[in-house]
């Protein structure tokens, strides 16, 4: 279901049947933020997406064998989704402008790709601290998020999946997340290390995109390990695809990737 973008749509009844209308302004404002988004499209995926792994439907094995194989994807993203990426790419360059001026900058927009698993992704930021390469992802959260990752001192999950990824390719030992507050502009900056558990956590993500790559090879087509009312399925870009009567129940079943909230 869309949601709202306009705040308010109770405007008054023009008195002036040629004057202003905001009601109508909002409207082609809208029409014109949403002709911005990326158009529907046959896509085929040739490596694992950093920022795709963990969250929604980058933890569903069959997912993965559609975007491999090849398919149609609708992008469902409604204007508040546009605007939303719109911003957070301006923060990420404001961000990023900003580090590039310091001391410790190394380079920003860094390409990474590995082949086993097939990963491609870019990394925001690199810094370099007493020697040490270090690795940093910028996000913008909202005000809850924000509190939750200053109380917890720790990054999302699949924001964690990302950062990790880029750390253990790049092989260093200390990364940052850089949060910015979307309410006041005010940051957090969250140290990871590539502990015994971080270890763990991330050889057992690659594991399972080595597995599902692997399944893909074969050409098996996995079963559905999700129900149609599950975020994983709801918000899918390949969901049409995957549920139509011209799609296999599937031949194998692999566990969706589970990292915890």
Known sequence: MERKAVANLKFQKKSDPNGFDALELAEIYIKTVLSEKRPDAFTQKKTFA????????????????????????????????????????????????????????????????????????????????????????????????????????????????????????RGAKQGFFFYENKNDNSFLIIPINMDEKNTELIDYVWNWMREVYANYEAGTLPERPFTKSQSACKYCAVKKVCWSDKKDLGEVFIEPLVIGK
């Not at 992008?75 to 900003?98: F, P, S, W």
């Not at 190394?106 to 990963?119: G, L, R, S, W, Y």
């Not at 007493?130 to 913008?140: M, Y």
Request: aromatic share 10%; charged share 25%; hydrophobic share 40%.
């Open 50 to 169: 950093p920022s795709g792994v963990g969250y929604g439907a980058g933890n569903c094995p069959r997912y993965w064998f559609l975007a491999f194989t090849g398919a149609d994807f609708e992008n469902e993203t409604d204007a508040l989704g546009v605007m939303n990426m719109d911003n957070g790419t301006y923060v990420h360059d404001r961000i990023q402008k900003i580090l590039s001026k310091t001391a410790v900058f190394k380079a920003n927009e860094v390409e990474v790709t590995h082949d086993d698993p097939p990963i491609r992704g870019f990394v925001d930021t690199l810094i370099e601290w007493n020697g040490q390469e270090v690795v940093g992802e910028i996000k913008s959260i909202k005000q809850e998020s924000f509190d939750l990752r200053a109380a917890e001192m720790q990054g999302l999950p699949y924001h964690k999946i990302q950062l990790l990824t880029y750390m253990k390719i």
